[in-house]
């Protein structure tokens, strides 16, 4: 990742209300740049815009009830490119849930809540760290 390249981030989710908060509380750190999709298929048509991070509902079928759930859109984008780091949401406090994201392979799971765009900044703040000390130490190796 490049030191003057912006942080894409895709926040994916059928509650246009919370997809609206979400957008307008991660617009105000002007490092990253945000798209917003209402569905799993619209996050996937436009996947090609290459997002470092995505921010995706586990249900999804708010909207359309034959429309991709959010472990089929972590497969597709898993499948696209397994580097995106994805964090599932879910209005539900279940650890079943919680579970199964990460067993698919979500970075991380975080429930719709008063503290939730607290707990994504700081996923969000967590995996940029990692990248950034993983590109140290690829250019130390390179150094060895």
């Known amino acids: 990742m490049k030191e003057d390249r912006k942080i894409k981030i895709f926040l994916v989710d ?9 957008e307008i509380e991660f617009q105000q750190h002007p490092e990253f740049v945000i798209e917003t999709y209402a569905t799993g298929e619209l996050c996937m048509d436009n996947i090609s815009h ?9 249900y999804l079928d708010g909207m ?6 959010g472990i089929e859109t972590l497969h597709k984008i898993k499948d696209f490119n397994q580097d995106i780091q994805v964090v599932m949401l879910s209005s ?6 919680a579970i199964n994201s990460v067993h698919h392979n979500a970075i991380d799971y975080v429930v719709k809540s008063d503290t939730a765009f607290f707990r994504i900044e700081k996923i969000i703040t967590t995996i940029l ?14 150094r060895v």
């Not at 290459?50 to 586990?58: E, Q």
């Not at 359309?64 to 759930?69: E, S, T």
């Not at 539900?92 to 849930?97: A, T």
């Open 64 to 69: 359309n009830k034959n429309a991709m759930n």
């Open 50 to 58: 290459h997002p470092d991070i995505i921010i995706l509902d586990y």
């Open 92 to 97: 539900q406090d279940d650890v079943n849930i």
């Open 14 to 22: 059928d509650d246009a209300v919370f997809l609206k908060l979400m």
């Open 129 to 142: 760290n990692f990248k950034n000390m993983e590109k140290g130490l690829n250019w130390y190796a390179g």
